[in-house]
Structures are given as C-alpha cells and as structure tokens.
Nanobody
Framework: QVQVAESGGGLVQAGGSLRLSCVAS????????MGWYRQAPGKPRELVAR???????NYADSVKDRFTISRNIIKNTVYLQMNSLKPDDTAVYYC?????????WGQGTQVTVSS
C-alpha cells in the first residue's frame, strides 16, 4: 500500500505561479512513474506531466515550457512547478503513483486561475 498526500493548490491570477507537492509513504524507487493529472469540470482526466525513477520526464503539449516536474528522492516527494498559469489550467490536480501492482491516486487539490 502507498499513501499519497498532495498540497499546494489555490487561487492565483493569470500569469502567476503555484507549486504542487505530492508525498508518498514509501521510497519512490519502487515506483515506475510519479505524475500529475488534472480534471476540469465536464472534461476527462488528462495527464499533465510524469517522471520516472530515473528522472525521465514527459509533458502534455499544453503545459510544455510552463510546467516543470521534479522529484526529491530523499523526501519521497514529487513536485509540479506551474508558471505562466492560464485560466484553462483551472482544474483539480491529482498525484498519481504507478507501481508494478497498481496505481495510487491522491485526493486531489484544486487549482483555480482567474483572468
């Protein structure tokens, strides 16, 4: 079992920044991926960014050059630095942990970007 705890959402004006954090209850070396997904009202959940244990990253086209995913191995934490936020980034953001056995999800954190 893996417990997942997210933090860092909030309300920000367009052009602003936020950093999301996701802490896992065990070493991230046991995971295939750690990542962030988001879901806006009336839309399906979509991948925002993810990172492998080795540090390889991939991003949704809509956030490239604005968002950065990173991880702290000692703290079992993955971060999502979000810059130049747009109203279209408004959504509930979920941390996802992909293991060989199953996926784990956080409870979600709301990000609201005002125009």
């Amino acid at each position: 079992q893996v417990q997942v705890a997210e933090s860092g959402g909030g309300l920000v004006q367009a052009g602003g920044s936020l950093r999301l954090s996701c802490v896992a209850s065990r070493s991230i070396f046991s995971f295939n991926f750690m990542g962030w997904y988001r879901q806006a009202p009336g839309k399906p959940r979509e991948l925002v960014a993810r990172i492998t244990t080795g540090g390889r990253t991939n991003y949704a086209d809509s956030v490239k050059d604005r968002f950065t995913i990173s991880r702290n191995i000692i703290k079992n934490t993955v971060y999502l630095q979000m810059n130049s936020l747009k109203p279209d980034d408004t959504a509930v953001y979920y941390c996802n942990i992909d293991t060989s056995e199953r996926d784990y999800w956080g409870q979600g954190t709301q990000v609201t970007v005002s125009s």
